[in-house]
Structure formats: C-alpha cells, structure tokens
C-alpha cells in the first residue's frame, strides 16, 4: 500500500468516527474462511466495508474504532500475529508489527488478543457500531465481550446501551466514489471491456459457454484482477432469457445469441458489463429488430443519468422504450401509457434497470433516502443501466411466440458527473454494426 493510499484510509475512517460520534466505539469483523469440501477452502472474501475503511483484505482482520479515545488511539487494527509454521504452510502474514504501519491504523494487536482487549475498548462508549445478523457466531462473541463491559458497570464504568448499524454511515459513504475508487473502477472497466471484446472476436457455433467463459476469466486474471465480481454469464439461445443462468455448460448454435453478463474486480471494485451478440457474427432481421430496441432503451436511460435526476427517472425512460418496442414488435397491443401503468411489459422485462456499483457488484447505498423518497443522482454515483426483453418459454403468451427464445440485455456502467454522466463502459461494442464488426461478422 502506498503512503497516499494509507491517508485515503486514515481519512475515511476519520470521516466514519465523525459521523459515529463521541460515546461511540465502531467493530468490524471480517467474514470467516469457509469450508468448500474437506480440507480446501473457498476463495477468500474481505467484507467491503473493512476494505473500504483499512484496504486490509486478511482474513481474521478485526477494525475497531473508537472516536472517544485520545490522538493516536483511535484506529485499532487485529490481524493475525506471526507464525513461522504457520506461514511455511498457508502464506504469509504481516503481522501487527507491520500492519500497523502499512494499514496506517493507530494500533495493531495480534487477534489472538481479541478478547482480552475488546471489553476494554467497549467499555468506555455508551453506543457500539456493529453490524448483526449475518455470522451467529461473531454475534455471540460481541455479546460476551458486551456482558463482561456491563461486570464493570458496578465500578462506574460506561458500557454500552445500545447496538447500531454502522452501514447506514459506511453505505452512504461508498455511494459517493472518490478519485483512488474512480481510477479503480475505470480500470476493471477497461480490462472487462477487452475481455468482452475477445469473447466476441473468439466466439463462433459449436464453442460451448464455458469456453467463452475461460476466455473471458482468462482475460480478467492476466491482468491481475482480484477476481470476479459475481458468477459469469453466458447463455447461449433460450438460456439467455434465464436472468441469472450460471451454468455455462451448453453449445453455442449457430443462428442464435449469446448473452455475457461478466465483470472483474480491480482492487476489489467491480465492473458488470452486458453484451449480447450473434454466435456466427451476423443478426437476423428478427433478432436485430429486437436488440435495437433494447439498444434505444439503454440509451434513452443513460440519457436521463445526470445531477438531480431520480434514479426512479432512469428506469421509467427504459420502460417507456422497451414498452414501445414491444407494441411496434406486436408483442403488446394497446395505448403505451395504459400498457406502462399496467405493467404489461413484466411478462418481458422483470427486473429492475439499475444498481449501485463499487466494492460490491450491488453495491452499498441506499434506493430511497431517509425520507423514503427516490434518491437523487448526485456527482460520484456509480450505476449499472441494464434494459434487456427476454422471451423465455415458461409463459404462453400467443403474440410473443415468433420471438420465443431470445433474450437480450445490455448493460453499461455510468458515473454521475457535475456535467451530467461519463459512461466508464462505453468502449464495449454495443451498436448492431459495432458487435458484427467485434464478431467478425
Ligand atoms: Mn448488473
């Protein structure tokens, strides 16, 4: 870690106690190392919100903040200590020695000290910050910690009376993207956007999905990526109208489309970028027809991506599109303003347009405000805009049959500008002519 990434980090949490207020003391524990089978281990995931507050990725890693307490007290990092044997089997580690230092917290203890020294650092807030409800067993232990404080009431210490969530402060945070977070994210945009390209180039009937799939994560971890931010994509045919199909074991058929919905993580920020496009490089009339539809929609929506817009604003533009095309395809039949209120297009269209994007693919922030109204876009937002018509086969709608088995998203990462938007993925073929020529086609 740099010396400015480390003051990014010193900041945010700075930024964080501020917000927690005196009388507060925050905990954040990493997510534990889970089992795959036998003795190999899933793929470790640091919990965004340490990531966002310490860049440290270790698992084991306990961050304590504790505003009350003096200058150069405040940040207190656990990490795993030292172990030679340890080490010699499974990795390195740095050690609280060094992770103070490299972590620029105040204070570094080995976690084999936890519960030693976090009833200490409870006992002197009236309020803790901590996330509940997902690891049982991290709640347990917070509960003891709290119990053993609450012994110390008697001595006129102050323990604890209250459990707040700290992510209504760290998600309102990660919503707004500062210049480190926007440099990674235009970096993960720019490799998933070569990656996208390649699979477009590579692809051609009789490959399978999972082909497209190494090709892509292949792309993504020459470049060194941190992995990817979600499980890939890619549906051949009838399978792209699966809105989450992941299993990628199918044959690509000539005639049909493919639809690759993937992304990498760079320094753990993610990218998503949506692609469908002819598995022989060319369109038929039919399905062109279709995809310039959904073309006009994500335009129509990014379009509308500016400060002061509702995120609401971005997905009735994209309904509105995709609801006309629908009647010009002769799929609905009616006034688009009575087909809009009826939601007659949800046989089509299912989802939602848009999702935050940073450290988690759906990422941290709010839909709605304090209030309960319609979050304005502001400079900084990062969203997904992803419009898409499916005609899958589990519906038995007589006017949509021609059109049965196609599935077509596409999807663009947008930042919200003082001008109005920058869109980060832009460079990913998406007009008809732009995929054929990606295609070979
Ligand atoms: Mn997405």
Known sequence: MTIEQAALYVRRRERMMESMGQGSVGVWMSPPVRVRNHDVDYLYRQTSDILYLSGCAEPEAVLVLCPERPEGERSVLFVRPRDVDREIWFGRRLGPERAREHYGVDVAYSVEELDKKLPDLLGEAERLFLRTG?????????LEWLEQVKRKRRLGVVTPSQIVDPSRITDEMRLYKDDVELAWMRKAASINMAAHKAAMAAAKPGMHEYELAALLHYSFERQGCTGTAYQSIVGGGENATILHYTENQDPLRDGELVLIDAGCEWNYYASDITRTFPVNGRFTSMQRDVYQIVLEALDAAIAVCKPGALMQDVHQAALRCLTQGLISLKVLEGDLEKLLSSRAYETFYMHRTSHWLGLDVHDAGGYYDAQGNHRVLQPG????????????SYHDVQSAEPFRGIGIRIEDNILITPEGHENLTLQTPRTIEQVEVACGG
């Open 134 to 142: 997902l690891e049982p067993e991290q709640d347990r232990r917070a």
């Open 381 to 392: 937002m990062v969203l997904t805009v992803e419009p898409g018509l499916y005609f899958h």
